[in-house]
């Protein structure tokens, strides 16, 4: 993990698979709680954050160069649900996927379904739809044919919880870094749960106050 001032790059085997740096003050007096953001890769951050004003979202932070890492802006889809777009130049983003420790899900909770289907499908494309055999309402975001994440039924997400992406780590032992991340202070969400036919999944809180979520595929979902 390399440091360069507040911003701190996380490294697994020597590939990039995040960062954290530190809440600025006037986020912090807007009462912006500690928290993983997600990045959308673009071709054009430019042209992304017109697109996403047009669709009806709200720019946080308008298109900027990261010195020659590349180009992003924060964006409020119409639910209010804040996410990052990143156009690559030296730093393309997370350098490995599919293994243990690494982003392997975002779900989207938000009220308003309709409006975040149409404005991401819109946006960037995805196709977002129920999943086979699945009555829950819960729709699945796949990127051409690569599922990346979700929405959650407005019914079952929590009302007093603001609109947000949700990051999800993978791990091989859910049940085993559940207690492990107690351990180092995590408060727990939600506990070690099964999802018959995808997997095991666990909620927790780190000491800082973020929020995320654990993945253990099922045998069947990994074939």
């Not at 071709?43 to 900027?64: S, V």
């Not at 999800?168 to 727990?188: I, P, Q, T």
């Not at 999944?201 to 045998?219: C, E, N, R, W």
Request: charged content about 15%; glycine content about 12%.
């Amino acid at each position: 993990m390399g440091t360069n001032g507040y911003y701190s790059m996380f490294s697994l085997d020597g590939r990039h698979v995040g960062a954290a740096y530190t809440l600025q003050a006037d986020q912090q007096a807007q009462g912006v709680p500690p928290n993983w953001g997600l990045y959308v890769a673009v071709e054009n951050a430019n042209a992304a954050a017109q697109r996403a004003t047009e669709l009806g979202g709200q720019l946080f932070c308008p298109p900027f160069d990261v010195a020659e890492h590349g180009r992003m802006a924060v964006i409020a889809d119409p639910t209010k649900a804040i996410f990052s777009i990143w156009q690559p130049k030296q730093h393309s983003g997370v350098g490995v996927t599919g293994v243990d420790g690494t982003v392997c899900w975002a779900d989207l909770s938000t009220s308003n379904t309709g409006a975040a289907k149409d404005f991401y499908s819109s946006l960037f494309g995805w196709q977002i739809k129920p999943g086979e055999h699945d009555s829950s309402g819960y729709l699945h975001i796949f990127n051409g044919d690569t599922g990346i994440g979700g929405i959650t039924p407005a019914q079952m997400r929590d009302p007093q919880a603001p609109p947000h992406w949700m990051l999800y780590f993978l791990v091989s032992d859910c049940g085993a870094a559940f207690e492990k991340a107690k351990s180092l202070g995590a408060n727990v969400i939600m506990p070690t749960s099964q999802i018959p036919n995808v997997g095991s999944m666990a909620i927790l809180k780190d000491p800082q106050g973020a929020v995320f979520a654990l993945f253990q595929p099922s045998t069947s979902s990994r074939a």
